[in-house]
């Protein structure tokens, strides 16, 4: 099994000091805070034997919240500092981007430093505020508050990504979609005056014998077609796809019933087109993960980190529906009237491993068993910091759990 970490990338301080720099996003001291205690915890994790690290895409969280908006930029600093780690974009939002530009990055990347891609996580992305003013354009997120919007996502998610696989494996390609075409117009581009130079040396069919591009090639190729990653909550459709795919899927509902039944429904639509893989195999799980020398220090632990945010901040969007239960209002969102009753659900619902490195372990081999009789091959641990540690002390978690726990689980 490999472990990859995920790393909220916010300012690390207490609501008072966030409230008194406010707006901390645009702080620059905060923000070189940020990126130095992010780096040392890169370099800590390419040491210690962690196998992949991942940050989300966000822009404009002027809140502090999550500050990377090109992960591929700042990656290229991290290579290099680093040996052996592999990087994955968790994740890039199509929707939100250009998908030639995302093909020739990843590319790029996969080139200036070969071997040290693990992987393109891909998303179809939900914050409307940073979404419409990117794309210029409304009913563009996922997410169950904007069914319009919800599907024309998945219709741009869709199509981008197919022109990402075509610019990465063929020499030359034309698309044309609904949201999107190659070339532009895909009738062709008229006229191109180094038309023989590219018959000579370009691609086979970029031009005709009349001048008109009808084909592009992306440069650079990439050394190898990166492997695929989606994240996966509730949509069916995002299941069928991933796994027939054979993409490697995230799982954020731990609740070990509904993890399995996840797992099995993945293994079973991928055996639909021939595909036969073992229970697990494609699977991500994503979990918080707090180890302390008992079990009531990794519960405040995570309390301080997981609980606060997803109660005061990721409620709001909806995200603690994968929490919710049978004694739940159905008619609204679900909430917490505390962090600590947050943390509870979340441990209860399997979002959570907590307690000794023996309890971690315990539960890290019923999860590897998918709860049944799976093997799981990936973990992404969502790595959670409280604001009020001293220098140094945000990379404990990272050394007790890889020496106490991953050591003895692996």
């Given at each position: 099994?490999?472990?990859?970490?995920?790393?909220?990338?916010?300012?690390?301080?207490t609501?008072?000091?966030?409230?008194a720099?406010?707006?901390?996003?645009?702080?620059?001291?905060?923000y070189q805070?940020?990126?130095g205690?992010?780096e040392?915890?890169?370099?800590?994790a390419?040491?210690?034997?962690v196998d992949?690290?991942?940050?989300t895409e966000?822009?404009?969280?002027?809140?502090?919240n999550?500050s990377?908006p090109?992960s591929l930029?700042?990656?290229?600093?991290?290579a290099a500092?680093?040996?052996?780690?592999?990087?994955i974009?968790?994740s890039?939002?199509?929707?939100?981007?250009?998908?030639i530009?995302?093909a020739?990055?990843?590319a790029?990347?996969?080139?200036m430093?070969?071997d040290?891609?693990?992987?393109?996580?891909?998303?179809?992305?939900y914050?409307t505020r940073w979404m419409?003013?990117?794309?210029?354009?409304?009913?563009?997120?996922?997410g169950?508050?904007?069914?319009?919007?919800d599907?024309?996502?998945r219709e741009?998610?869709?199509?981008?990504?197919?022109?990402?696989?075509?610019?990465?494996t063929?020499?030359t390609?034309?698309f044309?979609g609904?949201?999107?075409q190659?070339?532009?117009?895909a009738?062709?581009i008229?006229?191109w005056?180094?038309a023989?130079?590219t018959?000579?040396?370009?691609?086979?069919?970029?031009v005709?014998?009349?001048?008109?591009?009808?084909?592009?090639?992306?440069?650079?190729?990439?050394?190898?077609?990166?492997n695929?990653?989606i994240?996966?909550?509730?949509s069916?459709?995002?299941?069928v796809?991933?796994?027939q795919?054979?993409v490697t899927t995230?799982?954020?509902?731990?609740?070990?019933?509904?993890?399995?039944k996840?797992?099995?429904?993945?293994?079973s639509?991928?055996a639909?087109?021939?595909i036969?893989?073992?229970?697990?195999h494609?699977?991500?799980?994503?979990?918080?993960i707090?180890?302390?020398?008992?079990?009531?220090?990794?519960?405040?632990?995570?309390?301080?980190?997981?609980?606060?945010?997803?109660?005061?901040?990721?409620s709001l969007?909806?995200?603690?529906?994968?929490s919710?239960i049978p004694?739940?209002?159905?008619?609204k969102?679900?909430?917490?009237?505390?962090?600590?009753?947050?943390?509870?659900r979340?441990?209860?619902?399997?979002?959570?491993i907590?307690?000794?490195?023996?309890?971690a372990?315990?539960q890290?081999?019923?999860l590897?068993?998918?709860?049944?009789d799976?093997?799981?091959?990936?973990l992404?641990w969502?790595?959670w910091?409280?604001?009020?540690?001293?220098?140094?002390?945000?990379?404990?978690?990272?050394?007790?759990?890889?020496?106490?726990?991953?050591?003895r689980?692996?």
């Amino acid at each position: 099994m490999k472990l990859t970490i995920i790393a909220p990338t916010g300012a690390r301080v207490t609501p008072e000091e966030r409230r008194a720099k406010r707006p901390i996003g645009r702080n620059v001291e905060s923000y070189q805070k940020t990126l130095g205690e992010l780096e040392e915890l890169v370099i800590a994790a390419d040491k210690c034997g962690v196998d992949h690290f991942g940050v989300t895409e966000h822009h404009f969280h002027t809140e502090g919240n999550e500050s990377i908006p090109n992960s591929l930029l700042w990656y290229a600093k991290l290579a290099a500092k680093t040996e052996r780690l592999k990087f994955i974009p968790l994740s890039i939002v199509l929707p939100a981007n250009d998908p030639i530009r995302v093909a020739e990055n990843v590319a790029l990347f996969d080139n200036m430093y070969p071997d040290r891609l693990g992987g393109v996580c891909f998303a179809r992305g939900y914050v409307t505020r940073w979404m419409q003013t990117l794309t210029q354009q409304d009913h563009i997120c996922s997410g169950p508050f904007d069914k319009v919007g919800d599907t024309r996502n998945r219709e741009i998610f869709n199509e981008y990504l197919e022109i990402i696989l075509k610019a990465w494996t063929e020499d030359t390609f034309n698309f044309k979609g609904k949201h999107y075409q190659v070339p532009y117009p895909a009738s062709g581009i008229p006229n191109w005056p180094v038309a023989s130079w590219t018959r000579d040396f370009g691609g086979e069919g970029e031009v005709d014998e009349e001048g008109t591009v009808h084909k592009i090639g992306l440069v650079p190729k990439p050394m190898k077609v990166p492997n695929i990653w989606i994240p996966y909550t509730h949509s069916y459709d995002t299941m069928v796809w991933a796994a027939q795919r054979q993409v490697t899927t995230i799982i954020y509902d731990g609740e070990p019933d509904r993890f399995r039944k996840a797992c099995e429904h993945y293994q079973s639509l991928a055996a639909e087109v021939g595909i036969h893989r073992r229970l697990g195999h494609g699977i991500a799980p994503l979990r918080k993960i707090y180890i302390g020398k008992t079990f009531e220090e990794a519960f405040d632990y995570g309390v301080e980190t997981g609980g606060y945010w997803f109660n005061n901040y990721f409620s709001l969007w909806g995200v603690n529906e994968q929490s919710r239960i049978p004694s739940d209002d159905p008619n609204k969102l679900v909430t917490f009237k505390s962090d600590r009753e947050c943390a509870q659900r979340m441990l209860d619902q399997g979002q959570m491993i907590c307690g000794t490195p023996d309890d971690a372990c315990r539960q890290l081999e019923s999860l590897a068993r998918c709860h049944a009789d799976g093997e799981l091959q990936n973990l992404v641990w969502e790595y959670w910091v409280p604001p009020d540690l001293a220098p140094g002390q945000h990379l404990d978690q990272l050394h007790l759990f890889m020496d106490k726990v991953w050591s003895r689980f692996k």
